[in-house]
């Protein structure tokens, strides 16, 4: 059974970093593309970050392109989201999803979410 646990969100001020994990289990974790993707209220589900294990590319929204970094360990089937430079519109639950191979492809898995809450 693939499971996806988010951990890591919390309040931050403006300017603060967060680093969020998503733990990963149930399928092999050395040929995955693992995406973030953040839901505001009010506002549909939007991708911000992928990674592709066969090839290492990574991917990023324009609105976090720079304060981002999307990373993996796979000695412990983790991959991480390192936020810098919060901005409150960056205030959202952020997800955790694992695509149907590429970071193009559709979402197979999603986890449950973690809340990011930026204070200006």
């Known amino acids: 059974e693939v499971q996806l646990v988010e951990s890591g969100g919390g309040l931050v001020q403006a300017g603060g970093s967060l680093r969020l994990s998503c733990a990963a289990s149930g399928f092999t974790f050395d040929d995955y593309a693992i995406g973030w993707f953040r839901q505001a209220p009010g506002k549909e589900r939007e991708g911000v970050s992928c990674?592709?294990?066969?090839?290492?590319?990574?991917y990023y929204a324009d609105s976090v392109k720079g304060r981002f970094t999307i990373s993996s360990d796979n000695a412990k089937n983790t991959v991480y989201l390192q936020m810098n430079s919060l901005k409150p519109e960056d205030t959202a639950v952020y997800y955790c999803a694992l695509m149907d191979y590429y970071c193009s492809g559709s979402v197979d898995y999603w986890g449950q979410g973690t809340q990011v809450t930026v204070s200006s």
């Open positions: 990674i592709s294990s066969s090839d290492g590319s990574t």
